[in-house]
Each structure stands twice: as structure tokens, then as C-alpha cells.
């Protein structure tokens, strides 16, 4: 593939242009995507309280490499290849379990919680074999904002510099005390970054969503100013109450309680660089987690986060099926213009627009984001 040209993309958000179609349709792309975004960066794996007991464990990949998340014995959590140290068994399928061992299913290595080799039936035979040299791989892990971040190829910069001012920009929604209320994963034909744009644009409401989430959002501020691998704008709301609701189905929750002024009549939309986006509501927050399974294929794990103090209430459950409700009416009207994008953009006539500077900023600041990590790569010229 020739060097993309990225010039356009690099511009002022009044005079840009959106990414080359052939970052959402070509091999090649998805391959630096998976070398350097997703391998070479910090990757949300899920929220770290899900996995609250110790020997609770999620199996995931990142850039399909198999890993699993798990508690220990000390409670600390830890990620390692989810790889047998003998002859490279994939140890646990995917999903969540709990176990007090890893036991591998082909010859029967044997591991702790905390990685080290246990036991190895019949190696006695093996010259110089020591358990001490055959623990799990493990890969850079750290919590932040209740977020699991892993880093597969160990080489990102800390994670502290990658988030830089994320932290701060979120203090209001105590995102590390929110609880999984509840969470599926799911498919969608299309480009994983056409899935995480869809979701931070302001653009399509009123033609996607007209009976729906349209008469929800007033316009929003512009885009934050923020240091790190995110972006983040912050919106209030064209009514009352809860966004996370539909009109029609009853209330919402009372607002999250770190929240006061406008910040309880909006919604703050952030994407983190390169997989994990949110919203951010007065009452609870809606995680997406997106990642490439092909060029035209997204893996999606959705997870509603509320106040544990709301989600202990009696009625929870009921008011719970109204939020799920309302994310699963959005997401159907989004998919379908979403999987009907990405054959638009693998036209060999297809060609980069312009983006709209008022309502998609956060698309476009990605796209910046995006582009710079392509000219990194060598794989784009400024
Ligand atoms: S591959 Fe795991 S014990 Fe042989
Ligand atoms: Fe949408």
C-alpha cells in the first residue's frame, strides 16, 4: 500500500477532512492497528470490580492475543497470556469463570492464581527442568476509573501519560465506584472505528434517531481541551430528567452524587485511544468497548455503570430493563447505518469528506489521534 496521504486530516477541525476510506476497508491497516493501537497500547479489558472474588477470571483477547484477567490470592489483580507454558494450549476459553487453579486441558500443567507453575506431571525426565522457569507470561495491567487497562506488547508509555488529564476531566462521576448493573457483548458488520465514531457524534441524531434519542440532547460545548490519549465533550440535555431513558418508558435514577450545576442536566461523551468509549449521564454511565475481529467486523461489549446506592434500590431490576431498553433502540437504529457505511467506503470510488466542525469534533479529533500513530508507523505522510 503507498503512503497515505494525511495532511487533510491533520488540519484545523474547520478544515478537515475525514480519514481515507482505506483505513476502514484495507488489511494492511487493520494490521498496524493491531501491532501499534491495540498491542502497543492501553486497552480497556472490562471494569476491575466485575472480577471481585479472588479466582474470579475474564478470558479476552486483545489484537488476538489470548489473555486472561484474574483475581488472586493477595486480591491483586493480574493479566497474563492465556498460553500454556508447555506447548502453548490456549488454557480457558473465552468468558468469564472462577477457578482456584489453572488446570491445562491437554497435558495437564498445572498454575496459581498468581501465574507460577505448580505442578507438571511426569517431568521428573526433563534435565534442569524448573517449575520456577515455566510461570504464565504476564502482561502490564493497572485500574483506573474502574477500568481494567492492559498493554499486551509491554511497551506503551505509562499509562498515567497515555490518560493524561482523563482522570481529572471525569472526578465528577466517580467512575471507580460505579457498578456493573448489567452487560452483553455483541457483533456488528462494520469498521470497529465506525462503531466508537457513530457513538461520539452529535451529526446523526436527528436523521438516525428522530423519534428516539434526538429530542434528548440540546448542542453541545465544543471539545475539551485535554493532554492524553482521549477526547471528551460534555453536553447538556434538551429536557429534564434522565437521557438514559426513553420518554414513553417511565423515570430514570436519581443523578450520580458527585454530580452539581449543569453537570446534572447533561452528558459528557469521551473516548479513550483506542478502544473504549462512554457516556457519561446525570444518572449512570454507558461503556462501550469495541475492537476489530476483521476490517469489517467489531466485537462490542456494552456495560451499563450505576450508583451502587441506586442499584441496591427495590426496584432496580425494573428500572434497569428501561436503560437496557433504550441503549438496545439506539444501537438497532445505529447498526443499521453503520452497516450500511461500510460498504459505501469500501467502493473504489469512495473518498474522504469533510468533517462537520460543530457536531463531530470528537470524531474528528480521533482522526488526528489516528493519523499521527499512522505517520509513526510510517505507514502516512503529514
Ligand atoms: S500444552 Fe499445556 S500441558 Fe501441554
Ligand atoms: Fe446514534
Redesign the pocket.
Known amino acids: 500500500m503507498p503512503k497515505l496521504s494525511l495532511s487533510k486530516v491533520l488540519r484545523p477541525t474547520a478544515k478537515a477532512y475525514t480519514l481515507p476510506p482505506a483505513c476502514y476497508v484495507d488489511e494492511e491497516i487493520l494490521a498496524f492497528e493491531h501491532e501499534y493501537l491495540f498491542a502497543g497500547g492501553w486497552v480497556s479489558a472490562g471494569r476491575a470490580g466485575d472480577l471481585a472474588q479472588t479466582g474470579d477470571y475474564l478470558a479476552f483477547t486483545v489484537a488476538d492475543t489470548p489473555l486472561i484477567a484474574i483475581r488472586g490470592e493477595d486480591h491483586g489483580l493480574r493479566v497474563f497470556a492465556n498460553t500454556?507454558r508447555?506447548?502453548?494450549?490456549r488454557l480457558v476459553e473465552p468468558g468469564r469463570g472462577h477457578c482456584s487453579r489453572f488446570v491445562?486441558p491437554?497435558?495437564?500443567?498445572c498454575y496459581r492464581l498468581d501465574g507460577s507453575l505448580s505442578a507438571a506431571p511426569r517431568m521428573g525426565g526433563a534435565d534442569g527442568f524448573d517449575s520456577a522457569d515455566f510461570g504464565l507470561v504476564q502482561v502490564p495491567s493497572e485500574e483506573r476509573a474502574g477500568f481494567l487497562f492492559v498493554n499486551v506488547d509491554a511497551k506503551a508509555p505509562a499509562l498515567d501519560d497515555w490518560l493524561g488529564d482523563f482522570e481529572n476531566v471525569h472526578e465528577p462521576w466517580r467512575l471507580g465506584s460505579l457498578i456493573t448493573g448489567s452487560q452483553r457483548d455483541f457483533t456488528v458488520d462494520c469498521n470497529w472505528k465506525l462503531f466508537i465514531e457513530v457513538f461520539n457524534d452529535y451529526y446523526h441524531l436527528r436523521k438516525v434517531h428522530p423519534q428516539t434519542l434526538s429530542t434528548l440532547y440540546a448542542d453541545p460545548d465544543p471539545v475539551d481541551e485535554t493532554r492524553g490519549a482521549f477526547v471528551s465533550q460534555f453536553g447538556e440535555h434538551a429536557r429534564r430528567g434522565s437521557v438514559g431513558v426513553l420518554e414513553e418508558a417511565g423515570s430514570g435514577l436519581d443523578p450520580l452524587p458527585g454530580l452539581s450545576g449543569r453537570l446534572v442536566d447533561g452528558t459528557r461523551y469521551t473516548w479513550v485511544y483506542p478502544g473504549l468509549t462512554f457516556a457519561a449521564s446525570r444518572d449512570a454511565v454507558w461503556a462501550l468497548e469495541a475492537a476489530p475481529a476483521g476490517v469489517s467486523t467489531t466485537t462490542v461489549r456494552l456495560s451499563l455503570l450505576f450508583d451502587s446506592a441506586s442499584a441496591s434500590a427495590g426496584d432496580f431490576e425494573t428500572i434497569l430493563g428501561r436503560y437496557e431498553n433504550r441503549m438496545a433502540v439506539g444501537l438497532d437504529e445505529d447498526i443499521a447505518v453503520l452497516e450500511a457505511q461500510q460498504p459505501g467506503l469500501r467502493s473504489s470510488l469512495s473518498r474522504a469528506g469533510r468533517v462537520c466542525p460543530e457536531l463531530e469534533p470528537s470524531v474528528h479529533a480521533f482522526h488526528r489521534w489516528y493519523a499521527d500513530q499512522l505517520i509513526s508507523a510510517g505507514l502516512g505522510t503529514a
Open positions: 500454556c508447555h506447548r502453548g494450549m491445562c491437554f497435558h495437564g500443567w
